[in-house]
Structures are given as structure tokens and as C-alpha cells.
């Protein structure tokens, strides 16, 4: 089969959502993320993500600037059973490798001002090179439609390319009320764009009976569409002519004609048949269009607010406690459409699109409440622990949350240790559990539970620059997925695997 399929990893909902965090939520924000991902409580730079609040007791006064960049890839595997396939395994490739987040501010004993730039969500793309079967299915139904004309094989050339990022830009305030707690309060005004482009054409099916050759479906479809024209025509003509009576029974030829357009005419009058052969030239003529050759040019963007409010507790110079809520951010979608794929007609002719200009749909990024904490038992060693609780089924996915059993959540923890003044070693451990059921999933787009696992380390250059390195992997339990298609039942197996390799560098300006 002659295939090609490129898709965003947006492209229905949150494919673009492949890292740390909840289903629409990117937390894999810094390098020392990927080193050890129990940032919740962390009184580094990268806090002006993680504890806005913890900024009050970064090492020193003044101006402070962390770069970082991740690259990360995914690999994606969905399994079919369905027996109509051609395949029925098919592997998909992720990738981003540009995933920036910038930091910067100024701290003075008792305040702190703070800027982001993030990519809160998305950030990546998805090339299957055989295909999902999401987009299989359909083609497949043209094989028993036409079984008895000998027909038994498709094939189609899909191709689609994406690209989703949400940026954000982000401003806090950060107060020391007294020397071992701080508040934080800010905002983050997000940018979200996704971008389609891809065709679908030369859908062919092959009959092994007769020509022994692949022919373009929809030239089948207009063919059949002609035929069932030029049958209601006569018979019209003949009723009209006076040749059969409107309310006569239909000849057996005419119910045979029928029959071969897959209607059961038995019991049909003259003028009954006439309309069935109208209602099937409309239906075939429909059919020959969403079986042409097709393309997709559009773009959908929008734009939100996330308010955020955090706590930090700095008992002691062992014990940090920190504590952040991001509100729910509002984000609306609008299409701006050049070209555009249909996949169907209403019942009045209209055309059904993929991607119909100008309309909107809602993917707002949930609410998020935050717990951290970090210890150090001994000088050397950093004990650190989170909890992540991603308010999912409040926000609006245009009804999608409904398949939602539950909140999702994550437990992270990890370790730091100081090898010297100048070289820090960690690791740390991170356990999703999403609330999705098997409902909310499909081949382009499915969240299961996962764990990851990140390793690297920090250089201290001088009292100014620190380096980090890092890298992680994420592990994601397999799900699974029951369908009934044209009476088949059968079932889809997901599964997934994705590394990211980080590296920041952060700055202390201090006085």
C-alpha cells in the first residue's frame, strides 16, 4: 500500500501533549526537570515556573537568567485487529527538538520580580509512516461494499503535517514576608497556534475478477453514480410516455437494478424505483467526492490567561515546603481554513469538513494545585518530593472531559547529591496515573499511566554560571481500546515511549 501520513500532535486534542505533565499541561519546564523532575519545592531559578515563591530565597540579591532547551523524541505504537486492514500494526515518530524555556528576574531582600517563556503546551510533531487506522477504516469498507464486482484490495496516498505550540509568557511578583515565608502572585498569558496541511488522494481499489486492475475510486463511484442516473431517467421517460403506469409494480429488471446498487426494491412501484435510483445517483455522486482527491491548508489560534497564586515555607535551612494553584485557563480555538478535506454531506447536501473555516472549539488547559517539599538530611544530600493534581474534568474540551473517570494526578520524587562545591549528581522518579478511560482514547491521541525516570547532573562553573545536563525516559503502561465496526468487534492496543535530553545554563548576577 502506497502511504504517507504526517500529523500534529494536535491534531485531535492533545496528540501535542506528550511529556511531563497532565493532558494538556507541558511541566517538563528546565533542564534540572529532566535531571530530577521534583521541582515543586526547588529554590533554583527554574522556580519562577515551579514556586514562584521560593524566588525570595534564591543564593543572592540582584539580577538572575536560566536558558534551557530539550530534545525530545517519542515513539508510538497502535495496534488493530480489525481483519479488514492491510496492516495492522502501525509505528509512529515524535519529535521536538527545539523545547526553550527562559527564565529571568531581579531579587532584592523582600522582592522579586520574575519573566517566563515556556511552551505550556504542545511543542512537537507526529510522522507515521504507515498510516493510523483511523484513517484506514473508512477506505476499507470499500472492499465488501463491492466484494460481489470482485473487488478485494484499496490502497490511498494520505499525507497531513502539524505543528501545535502553546507559548507562554509569564509574570510573577514574589513578597518575603518574614525570613522563612514568601507569597507569589502572577499571571501567564498564552499563545496558541496549530497549523494542517496535507492532501488525501488516488484512492484506489482493485478488482481481481475483471479488469485485474487498481481504479480510482471515485471514477467508480461517479460511474455507478451515472448508470443509476440513466436508469431513473428511462424509467421516468417511460412513465411519462405512458409505456408503465407511476403505481405499477417495478419489473424485475428494475428490482434487479436496484439490487446491484445494494437496495432491496422488492414491493417497489414504478415511481418508488425512480426515486430509489435519484436517492442512489445523489448518494454515489457524494461518495465520488469524498473519495477525490483532496487538500487541507488551516490554521487554528487562540489566546488565554492563567492567574496563579504560591506559598513557600522556609523553616529551616534543611526544610523547604512549597505550595502553588494555577486557575484554569480559557482557551478558544478559531479556525482560518484556505482549503479544506470533506469527509461527508448533511442530509441537505452540505458539506461536512475537517477543518470548517472559521468555526471554534474550546481546549482550555485545566486547573493545576502543586505540593513540594525538599530535605536535607546532611549537608551533601537533597531529599525532595512532590504531588501534581491536574483539575481535568473542570475545564472544556468540547464535551471530551465527560470520558473522564476521575482528576489525574502525579507523585514525583528525587534525589540530589553534591560529589564536590562544584558538581551536584541527581535522579528522580516520576509516576502519572491520568483519568482517561478507555473511551477518551483513539489512535491519535490516547494518555495512559507512566513512569520516568530521569538521571544528569550540575556544574557550578564559578559563583555565577551553572551548567546542567540531563536525561530521561518515560515508560507508559499499554491501553486498550474495544470497537464494533460493520458488525466486526475488534480492539486497538496503544502504546508509547519517550526520552528527552536537556541542558540549561543559569546565571547569578548577584551584588
Given amino acids: 500500500m502506497k502511504k504517507t501520513l504526517m500529523l500534529s500532535t494536535a491534531l485531535l486534542l492533545a496528540t501535542v501533549f506528550l511529556y511531563g505533565g497532565g493532558i494538556v499541561t507541558n511541566t517538563n519546564q528546565s533542564a534540572s526537570w529532566v535531571r530530577m523532575p521534583a521541582r515543586n519545592a526547588t529554590l533554583g531559578i527554574d522556580a519562577t515556573y515551579y514556586n514562584p515563591a521560593g524566588l525570595s530565597f534564591l543564593p543572592s540579591n540582584g539580577f538572575f537568567v536560566s536558558l534551557n532547551n530539550q530534545v525530545i523524541g517519542q515513539t508510538r505504537t497502535i495496534t488493530s485487529s480489525y481483519p479488514l486492514l492491510n496492516e495492522s500494526k502501525y509505528t509512529g515518530d515524535v519529535s521536538a527538538p527545539l523545547f526553550p524555556s527562559i527564565y529571568a528576574g531581579y531579587k532584592t531582600e523582600r522582592f522579586a520580580v520574575s519573566f517566563g517563556f515556556l511552551p505550556i503546551g504542545g511543542g512537537g510533531g507526529a510522522t507515521y509512516n504507515t498510516g493510523v487506522p483511523s484513517f484506514e ?23 497531513f503535517e502539524g505543528s501545535s505550540v502553546f507559548f507562554g509568557y509569564q509574570l510573577g511578583f514574589t513578597y518575603k514576608i518574614n525570613d522563612v515565608l ?33 481504479t480510482r475510486a471515485d471514477v467508480v463511484m461517479t460511474g455507478i453514480a451515472s448508470s443509476a442516473t440513466t436508469s431513473g431517467t428511462n424509467l421516468q421517460a417511460a412513465i411519462d410516455g405512458g409505456l408503465l403506469q407511476a403505481t405499477d409494480p417495478a419489473s ?29 445517483a445523489a448518494q454515489f455522486t457524494t461518495r465520488a467526492t469524498v473519495l477525490g482527491d483532496q487538500e ?118 528525587g534525589l540530589e547529591y553534591n560529589i564536590s562545591e562544584k558538581l551536584l549528581v541527581s535522579g528522580g522518579y516520576l509516576f502519572t496515573k491520568p483519568g482517561t478511560t478507555p473511551a477518551y482514547n483513539n489512535d491519535l491521541s490516547f494518555n495512559v499511566q507512566s513512569s520516568t525516570i530521569g538521571l544528569g547532573l550540575a556544574y557550578k562553573v564559578n559563583d555565577m554560571v551553572e551548567v546542567e545536563l540531563g536525561g530521561s525516559y518515560t515508560i507508559y503502561k499499554d491501553g486498550e481500546k474495544s470497537f464494533i465496526r460493520n458488525t466486526v468487534p475488534f480492539s486497538e492496543t496503544y502504546d508509547k515511549g519517550t526520552w528527552i535530553a536537556g541542558i540549561g545554563v543559569n546565571f547569578y548576577f548577584g551584588k
Fill in 182 to 214: 514568601s507569597v507569589a502572585l502572577g499571571g501567564r498569558y498564552i499563545t496558541a497556534k496549530e497549523t494542517y496541511k496535507g492532501h488525501l488522494k488516488d484512492i484506489e481499489i482493485y478488482n481481481y475478477s475483471n479488469s485485474e486492475q487498481w
Fill in 296 to 413: 487541507a491548508d488551516a490554521k487554528k489560534t487562540g489566546s488565554g490567561i492563567t492567574p496563579f497564586i504560591s506559598i513557600n515555607f522556609h523553616p529551616s535551612e534543611k526544610l523547604n515546603i512549597a505550595a502553588k494553584y494555577e486557575h484554569n485557563t480559557k482557551l478558544e480555538l478559531k479556525n482560518e481554513t484556505s482549503k479544506d478535506i470533506t469527509v461527508g454531506f448533511t442530509p441537505t447536501g452540505t458539506p461536512i469538513t475537517q477543518f470548517p473555516d472559521g468555526a471554534t472549539a474550546r481546549l482550555d488547559i485545566p486547573g493545576t494545585i502543586s505540593l513540594g517539599a525538599a530535605y536535607r538530611p546532611i549537608e551533601k544530600l537533597l531529599v525532595s518530593a512532590g504531588f501534581y493534581y491536574y483539575l481535568d474534568k473542570s475545564a472544556d474540551w468540547e464535551g471530551r472531559e465527560d470520558s473522564l473517570d476521575a482528576n489525574g494526578f502525579e507523585i514525583v520524587a
Fill in 252 to 280: 424485475l429488471t428494475v428490482i434487479g437494478g436496484l439490487a446491484q446498487l445494494g437496495i432491496n426494491a422488492t414491493g417497489y412501484t414504478n415511481a418508488q424505483a425512480v426515486t430509489a435510483f435519484q436517492t442512489a
Fill in 137 to 159: 477504516y473508512p477506505l476499507t469498507d470499500l472492499v465488501p461494499a463491492f466484494a460481489l464486482a470482485g473487488v478485494n484490495d484499496y490502497r490511498a496516498d494520505i499525507f
